[in-house]
């Protein structure tokens, strides 16, 4: 039973340019949630896809967007990338029929923006 | 909101006994959570309180006060292999399914 997988690991970008990362939930989850998270600090959640739509979002900017597929796997974008957007993107898939708040991340795509 | 602290480092002897406490201001909340992290890897579920009190899993326990707003996370017969940041999470009531607040993570290395 293959877990959460994301793609890329690891990316480099220069100020301005976008990016896209992929994710693929673990099989039987239907719910998919992005967090970044920084060097030393704790996951931060940047939004939510259940049944193709966002659900939820966090405080981060429009320049942050992202999809759900059919097959529930997911996509997140983001445009005009900033130093500041250096960070560690974790993607997180759970079930609604499974227990509250239990996630299961992939390794993620470690992104730095030069 | 929500504000979460934990301790960001500890140390502790292989065989010992280690306690990561984490408190938090929040308006309420679901349930408190532990994730484990190791260095370049995803996190991974611990533990999950919603009532006060301790549940016990294993070597790992973690602790609920909602009135004292403080949790810890109890880890018996460290090895050397819980060298980890270990991470405190709430779900709040108004964040909606799923959506975790985390602290910073504590890092704790286990030496010999």
């Known amino acids: 039973d293959a877990g959460v997988t994301q793609s890329p690991t690891h990316l480099i970008k220069t100020r301005g340019q976008q990016v896209t990362l992929r994710c693929s939930p673990k099989s039987g989850h239907d719910t998919v949630s992005w967090y970044q998270q920084a060097l030393g600090q704790g996951p931060q959640f940047i939004f939510q896809y259940y049944e193709e739509e966002e659900r939820q979002r966090g405080n981060f900017p429009d320049r942050f967007s992202g999809h759900q597929f059919p097959n529930y796997s997911s996509e997140l974008n983001v445009n005009a990338l900033l130093l500041g957007d250096s960070a560690l993107y974790l993607c997180a898939s759970s079930s609604r029929e499974g227990r509250t708040g239990e996630l299961f991340f992939g390794e993620g795509s470690r992104l730095t923006v030069l | 909101g929500q504000n979460i602290d934990q301790p960001t480092e500890m140390t502790a002897t292989e065989g010992a006994i280690v306690q990561i406490n984490c408190t938090y201001q929040?308006?309420?909340?679901?349930?408190l959570f532990w994730y484990q992290q190791h260095a370049g890897e995803a996190p991974t579920f611990l533990s999950y309180n919603v009532l006060d009190g301790l549940e016990e899993k294993g070597r790992f326990s973690s602790f609920l006060s909602r009135s004292k707003g403080y949790s810890y996370l109890l880890l018996k017969e460290l090895q050397m292999k819980d060298s980890a940041s270990y991470l405190c999470a709430v779900l709040p009531f108004s964040g909606g399914y799923n959506k975790l607040i985390f602290g910073a993570g504590t890092r704790l290395a286990v030496h010999p």
């Open positions: 929040t308006s309420g909340f679901n349930g």
